[in-house]
């Protein structure tokens, strides 16, 4: 696609139900990152893929939160018994293997608000 | 990347310069980034400097890093109201697979 896509751009939970937020990279961007913008803060790294290697989770922030990565290209956030804690705007970014300066590209985000 | 500070807020009026200013604690960063997010939108970049260059400047941007401080600023020239969103500096180093590590945000209001 054009830009990295996400959906759904906001999503209202009630406290203790699952939610899965998902992500389309640009196509052929091997590297797919998941931020967590907290209101009046900076952006938290969650996670990060990169081709066919083990994913870097040492963001999440608990074993409620997962990520995937399926043949490379979409990925899905998953929270597990979602606290209000966890409302953020959940963002994703990708970007190319190579010939870049690191410059990720963003999707919009998704809302998430757990009542 | 490692901690990232910035101020939280900035109050311009249009034509003016606006200075935005950043600080980082990883000496390892390889590219240090400004990224510009408008209301209801995700992150942009708006210009990135290297890790061995001083000074960027790109049209109304203007990049100055002192890495013996581990500082970097933002300048932009001639602020517009267009200008007015939050500016996130950001370090990255190619060791770390480019994991950003990114400061608060400075939101930018520019008045008439």
Same mark, same amino acid.
Request: aromatic fraction near 10%.
């Given at each position: ?115 | ?24 604690? &990883?000496?390892?960063? !390889?590219? #240090?980034?400004?990224? /510009? ?9 708006? =210009? ?9 400047? &790109?049209?109304?941007? !203007?990049? #100055?890093?002192?890495? /013996? ?9 001639? =602020? ?33």
């Amino acid at each position: 696609g054009a830009g990295v896509s996400q959906s759904p751009s906001n999503k209202v939970t009630e406290k203790g139900k699952d939610v899965e937020l998902r992500c389309d990279p640009i196509s052929g961007h091997t590297a797919l990152y998941w931020y967590r913008q907290s209101l009046g803060q900076g952006l938290e790294f969650l996670i990060y893929f990169q081709g066919n290697s083990a994913p870097d989770k040492s963001g999440l922030p608990s074993d409620r939160f997962s990520a995937e990565r399926t043949g490379g290209s979409v990925s899905t956030l998953t929270i597990q018994r979602t606290q209000q804690e966890d409302s953020a705007v959940y963002l994703c970014a990708s970007r190319p293997l190579a010939g870049n300066t690191g410059e990720l590209f963003f999707g919009e985000g998704s809302r998430l608000t757990v009542l | 990347g490692e901690d990232v500070e910035q101020s939280l807020f900035l109050s311009v009026r249009e034509g003016d310069s606006s200075v935005i200013n950043c600080t980082y604690t &990883d000496s390892s960063s !390889t590219y #240090l980034y400004w990224y /510009k997010q408008e209301p209801g939108a995700g992150l942009q970049l708006l =210009t990135y400097i290297f890790s061995n260059m001083d000074m960027k400047q &790109d049209q109304r941007l !203007t990049v #100055l890093l002192n890495k /013996k401080d581990k500082h970097l600023s933002l300048r932009i020239a001639d =602020t517009q109201t267009g200008d007015s969103a939050i500016y996130f500096c950001a370090d990255a180093s190619l060791s770390n697979d480019y994991k950003l590590s990114f400061g608060a945000g400075t939101t930018v209001t520019v008045r008439a």
